[in-house]
């Protein structure tokens, strides 16, 4: 019987194999853990030598800086260039365009007939006062004619009144004006239908409401209607402001998308030699087209606002106010003979006294004067010159014909100064000059009118489709820069 061996030892005749070593690792220190309070976790400690993750902006930049290195980046990094130049070009060519067509727009229709409409409540106001006191000269013996014109007078500056208040803003000062002026217009009614029905009952307080209600005009409604026309002229000239001044953000914009377009076409042409790249140069003709479309227009158009304003504005102004001052001289003259010597002022002398009423008409009378000798310095025209002109020479016989009536006044004749200044046309009576002025300067002022129309309106249609057809134009130009880059890069795929 064979039992097997006892113990590890080999069997005889076999190879004692080598003894299995069991693998040893160095011995590590125990390392410290940090406390914490008792159910808080603690987060692990970071190694020190990992990098911070980087920003986008960054990695952005580092990618841009890698994609500028080769050709095919370079080349997007030119069409995106390119295309934001065109865009930002055709944007603020049309931003700032539209500005100025608004302002331009507001010139003709807005801001100008406002100024104009002003002026007319001003001469409705003034011509109402001068047929009144017309009016109460001719005692019982009231003329229907002279009682309509005060009616219109007083009905078309209610008209008008109504009108600014439609176009002013609430609460700015022309709107608290124009609500001053409406309080003030049925106050000074009353008062000259007082003045009305006692001199018809031949009371003599029919004079002292007269000169009552001269004064609420000369002193509260006239000046308040003044600082309304001089509102409203500083408004149209704000507007003209506006619409004038080039675009030079525009242009600047424009030449350098051009500029940038030309460069990248030479620099294309240097490394293919190729002379055109159909893509940019659709790119180059939208934007050369924009750009000689923007300085051309606002040329014709800031052309055609200082004409308007130059050939209409300004003679408007001088006409309106030439126009304003016959019709206070005319008011004036009529109360010299209502007051009688009741009103008086002292010269800067001290010593002289002289009539109030007939010292404010020769002051009126000096502005008239001025007025008309700008009106035919400003008029282009023989159509504006002619009736300048003969205002003029009926304002000449106006002054000789009340010299007349204020010796006769002065005389002891008052029936006589009466039948001068508001008589018949047989007795050549001062109110015929007055109705002479009055119907040239109107006519004037209409041949004004229609050339301000006419060259305003000219320059605003001259900025007529330019805001989209520049942004039309821009997206054009910048499809076309795209396309131009985008065919180069096809050649590297």
Known sequence: MTHPPNGSAAPPGQPTPAPTRTPTFPGVPPQAQPTAPHGQFTAPQTDPATPERRTAWAEGVDRLRAAATT???????????????????????????????????????????LSASAADIYRSLADANTAASSAFLAGGQETKVSRDRYEKDI??????????????????????????????????????ERARANNRQGYPLGGAYLRYANEKMQKEMLPAAQDLYERENQRLSADYADAKPYPWAAIGLGVLALGGLVWAQRRNYRRTNRVLNQGMVAASAASAVVLLWLVVGHSVARAGLNESYDHGVRSLNVLHDARIASLNARGNENLTLVSRGAETRTLADGTTTVDAFDYDFQQDMKTLTKGLALAADLADDKVGENPVQAATGNMKVWKSRHNEARAADDAGDYQGALDKVIGS????????????VDKNLALALTHEESEFKQAAGDGRDAMTGLPLGAAVLAVLAASGALLGIGRRLSEYR
């Open 425 to 436: 046309r047989s007795d050549k009576p001062t109110g015929e000059c007055f109705d002479g």
């Open 155 to 192: 009905k078309t500056a209610a008209e008008k009144l109504i009108t600014a208040a439609n176009s002013s803003e609430p609460g700015s000062p022309s709107a608290e004006t124009i609500s001053k002026l409406n309080r003030l217009l049925p106050e000074y009614k009353g008062l000259i």
């Open 71 to 113: 050709e095919p980046g370079r080349l997007r990094i030119i069409g995106a260039v390119l295309a934001l130049l065109v865009v930002a070009f055709g944007a603020v060519t049309a931003w700032q365009m539209t500005e100025r067509s608004a302002a331009a727009d507001d010139v003709l229709h807005s801001s100008q007939p």
